[in-house]
């Protein structure tokens, strides 16, 4: 689903939440949180959902994207580009 932002004009973040499959699904625990910003500008949002777990960012970005998405649930991502982040 997508998460809404208030106040953070070209921010879009999306949060699939794997807890919802059944047990026998291989991704049934896992969480990820997409990122994309459009504004030529660093944004940061709070997504509420991922409040108290620890996320990383996707190994397949390892040294291609940045950005971070604390346990606080802030997630801060530099102007024109695209984060994962994955739990």
């Given at each position: 689903?997508?998460?809404?932002?208030?106040?953070?004009?070209?921010?879009?973040?999306?949060?699939?939440?794997?807890?919802?499959?059944?047990?026998?699904?291989?991704?049934?625990?896992?969480?990820?949180?997409?990122?994309?910003?459009?504004?030529?500008?660093?944004?940061?949002?709070?997504?509420?959902a991922t409040h108290?777990?620890?996320?990383?960012?996707?190994?397949?970005?390892?040294?291609?994207?940045?950005?971070?998405?604390?346990?606080?649930?802030?997630?801060?991502?530099?102007?024109?580009?695209?984060a994962v982040f994955v739990?």
């Amino acid at each position: 689903r997508f998460v809404p932002v208030d106040g953070e004009p070209g921010l879009v973040i999306g949060h699939l939440d794997g807890r919802t499959l059944p047990a026998t699904q291989p991704a049934h625990d896992r969480q990820l949180v997409n990122v994309l910003n459009t504004d030529p500008h660093p944004r940061t949002a709070t997504v509420a959902a991922t409040h108290g777990a620890d996320w990383a960012l996707h190994p397949a970005l390892d040294g291609l994207a940045e950005g971070t998405l604390g346990a606080d649930g802030r997630v801060s991502v530099p102007g024109r580009s695209v984060a994962v982040f994955v739990r």
